[in-house]
């Protein structure tokens, strides 16, 4: 089976590289524990009249509600249904034909980012205790190629981030997360989003706000011009887990908002104008039914191992949806198809391959337990 996915990795770069591929440089975002539903159908109308997680119905519903669920979905991420729906793939409406899934044992964050960003799963990463990923993942392998030294960096709002990517031995990336100031030749702007850092509270103890994450990585952008870079948001999951549906979907639109942001700066850049692929993603699903399952995620094995309480009614199931996720891909050699179906379901496996295989890459060749790249977000 590796054999055959690195055949078909080494066939599909050959075809890449055979259509000299314009990207030169990809963004890749998550949304952490973004549901699909959300994305593709819109505010759940059973989450929004539940007094016990929502408040300020009343002004939600004027912001994100519509008898049409297009339109629902469109009203909570207008970016993604206006542009990236017209101009590059989506991938993930269960609804539609189109499936996506995680295959980590355990679907909580550490082991879904080490799956993203390492292309594969170890199964010894089953938790989110913060140790050294020993795993060499696709960030550090890419900034050891010609002409990314330096050029290649993470932004974050989750204080993991720097042990998921393992910066002790990963020393030549750029990351920055959790309540960590940027350091070096501050511009003004880092310089205000430092002291604010340092007087605000985050989402949770280990996560500060996006804003901070937007803010620094606009920054990084205008002044280094990475070639890649990772943003990742975290306050989707972080409001979730708190039960605030209302606040869970302001933070869905609001992250909508900082993407639409970040690709309008880097389509007014010559250094990136039509030169630049974005990848958007989540590193897992929630529940869907029961109601209150909407706040969790995880496997049996993940519930059997908390010390949580709320979790032990899911001891024996887990919760039942938390390996369905979604990507969007935009970018000059991505087809504008809107939503794509296949026969099989997408890997979250797959990412690591795809963001190289963007840059010209074969990420395959030097991990030969990766996924294959996801050949349905390159034109043919």
Same mark, same amino acid.
């Given at each position: 089976?590796?054999?055959?996915?690195?055949?078909?990795?080494?066939?599909?770069? +050959?075809?890449?590289?055979?259509?000299?591929?314009?990207?030169?440089?990809?963004?890749?975002?998550?949304?952490?524990?973004?549901?699909?539903?959300?994305?593709?159908?819109?505010?759940?109308?059973?989450?929004?009249?539940?007094?016990?997680?929502? #408040?300020?119905?009343?002004?939600? %519903?004027?912001?994100?509600?519509?008898?049409?669920?297009?339109?629902?979905?469109?009203?909570?991420?207008?970016?993604?249904? #206006?542009?990236?729906?017209?101009?590059?793939?989506?991938?993930?409406?269960?609804?539609? +034909?189109?499936?996506?899934?995680?295959?980590?044992?355990?679907?909580?964050?550490?082991? +879904?980012?080490?799956?993203?960003?390492?292309?594969?799963?170890?199964?010894?990463?089953?938790?989110?205790?913060?140790?050294?990923?020993?795993?060499?993942?696709?960030?550090?392998?890419?900034?050891?190629?010609?002409?990314?030294?330096?050029?290649?960096?993470?932004?974050?709002?989750?204080?993991?981030?720097?042990?998921?990517?393992?910066?002790?031995?990963?020393?030549?990336?750029?990351?920055?997360?959790?309540?960590?100031?940027? #350091?070096?030749?501050?511009?003004?702007?880092?310089?205000?989003?430092?002291?604010?850092?340092?007087?605000?509270?985050?989402?949770?103890?280990?996560?500060?706000?996006?804003?901070?994450?937007?803010?620094?990585?606009?920054?990084?952008?205008?002044?280094?011009?990475? %070639?890649?870079?990772?943003?990742?948001?975290?306050?989707?999951?972080?409001?979730?887990?708190?039960? %605030?549906?209302?606040?869970?979907?302001?933070?869905? =639109?609001?992250? /909508?908002?900082?993407?639409?942001?970040?690709?309008?700066?880097?389509?007014? /850049?010559?250094?990136?104008?039509?030169?630049?692929?974005?990848?958007?993603?989540?590193?897992?699903?929630?529940?869907?039914?029961?109601?209150?399952?909407?706040? =969790?995620?995880?496997?049996?094995?993940?519930?059997?191992?908390? /010390?949580?309480?709320?979790?032990?009614?899911?001891?024996?199931?887990?919760?039942?949806?938390?390996?369905?996720?979604?990507?969007?891909?935009?970018?000059?050699?991505?087809?504008?198809?809107?939503?794509?179906?296949?026969?099989?379901?997408?890997?979250?496996?797959?990412?690591?391959?795809?963001?190289?295989?963007?840059?010209?890459?074969?990420?395959?060749?030097?991990?030969?337990?990766?996924?294959?790249?996801?050949?349905?977000?390159?034109?043919?």
């Amino acid at each position: 089976m590796k054999f055959l996915v690195l055949l078909y990795a080494v066939f599909f770069i +050959g075809i890449c590289n055979a259509q000299r591929l314009k990207t030169e440089n990809v963004v890749l975002i998550t949304l952490d524990g973004l549901r699909w539903q959300e994305v593709f159908r819109g505010v759940d109308e059973g989450l929004l009249k539940n007094k016990l997680y929502t #408040k300020g119905v009343d002004a939600l %519903r004027k912001n994100f509600w519509h008898q049409n669920q297009a339109k629902r979905a469109e009203l909570l991420m207008p970016f993604l249904w #206006k542009t990236i729906s017209h101009q590059g793939v989506l991938i993930g409406n269960r609804d539609n +034909g189109s499936y996506m899934n995680v295959t980590n044992p355990a679907v909580v964050s550490y082991p +879904g980012y080490s799956e993203i960003f390492t292309g594969y799963v170890d199964p010894s990463i089953d938790s989110n205790k913060k140790i050294w990923n020993p795993n060499v993942n696709v960030l550090e392998w890419i900034e050891n190629q010609a002409g990314f030294a330096g050029k290649v960096s993470a932004f974050g709002s989750w204080n993991a981030l720097p042990y998921i990517l393992n910066t002790k031995r990963a020393t030549n990336l750029t990351v920055n997360a959790g309540f960590v100031p940027v #350091k070096g030749d501050l511009s003004n702007v880092e310089k205000w989003l430092n002291q604010q850092l340092a007087d605000t509270l985050g989402t949770s103890d280990n996560t500060r706000f996006d804003a901070f994450t937007q803010g620094y990585a606009i920054e990084h952008i205008k002044k280094h011009k990475p %070639r890649f870079i990772y943003i990742g948001y975290g306050d989707t999951d972080n409001f979730a887990h708190d039960g %605030r549906y209302d606040l869970y979907l302001k933070a869905a =639109h609001r992250s /909508d908002r900082f993407i639409a942001e970040l690709w309008d700066l880097l389509q007014q /850049d010559p250094h990136y104008k039509d030169k630049t692929t974005m990848i958007i993603t989540t590193d897992h699903g929630r529940g869907e039914m029961p109601q209150a399952s909407w706040k =969790h995620h995880g496997t049996a094995l993940y519930m059997t191992q908390s /010390d949580n309480k709320e979790y032990t009614k899911y001891q024996k199931t887990g919760i039942v949806g938390s390996d369905q996720i979604w990507a969007a891909v935009i970018g000059p050699d991505t087809p504008s198809k809107g939503l794509i179906q296949g026969k099989e379901p997408w890997q979250q496996n797959q990412i690591a391959a795809t963001i190289a295989s963007f840059l010209n890459l074969d990420y395959n060749q030097f991990q030969k337990k990766a996924g294959a790249p996801i050949k349905a977000v390159f034109n043919n």
